[in-house]
């Protein structure tokens, strides 16, 4: 089984270019920086390590879309997809390898009121929403007429219980 999950924060923007043809794809490409567990590692000189991966991840059609419109760097975002390798001759005559993450699904990971350095958690679905410190702002939707200050509607009067659709 080829599957992925990983946290991180984007590296930059997501860069956007859109297939040519009968029906044009946009193809984002973006990094994610993932946290590695465990303690922090020392190097010779005294400073730290490398304590984060950076990991190439391409999300296509809808997705890619998506990345373009919401993505900015420095959010955190849940993505899942699978990992996919391979390889091509460079200029040189070198061949070069290559791994990165196809995404299926991916969704934000920060709260909408947190800032980038938030840890709480509440992604909304497959690709989120929300307001992520990137510049981002949620389209505002009218509220029902029956809403009221905290956000459950009023059961106008008669209704009885028998009516509703839960216990």
Not at 2 to 10: D, K, S, T, Y
Not at 82 to 98: E, L, P
């Amino acid at each position: 089984m080829n599957r992925v999950i990983l946290m991180g924060r984007l590296t930059r923007d997501p860069e956007v270019r859109y297939s040519q043809g009968e029906r044009s794809m946009a193809i984002a490409r973006y990094t994610l920086a993932v946290d590695r567990r465990g303690r922090r590692n020392q190097n010779q000189d005294g400073g730290d390590q490398q304590t984060a991966d950076f990991i190439p991840c391409v999300a296509f059609d809808r997705a890619g879309e998506f990345a373009e419109k919401y993505f900015r760097q420095g959010m955190r975002v849940l993505v899942s997809g699978r990992i996919q390798t391979g390889s091509y001759t460079n200029r040189d005559g070198q061949k070069v390898y290559t791994t990165e993450v196809i995404v299926d699904d991916q969704e934000f990971a920060d709260s909408k009121n947190s800032n980038a350095g938030g840890d709480s958690y509440a992604g909304g679905g497959n690709y989120g929403g929300g307001n992520y410190g990137g510049g981002y702002q949620q389209p505002s939707r009218p509220a029902p007429e029956s809403a009221i200050g905290d956000g459950f509607m009023n059961i106008p009067d008669g209704v009885e219980d028998e009516g509703l659709p839960f216990n």
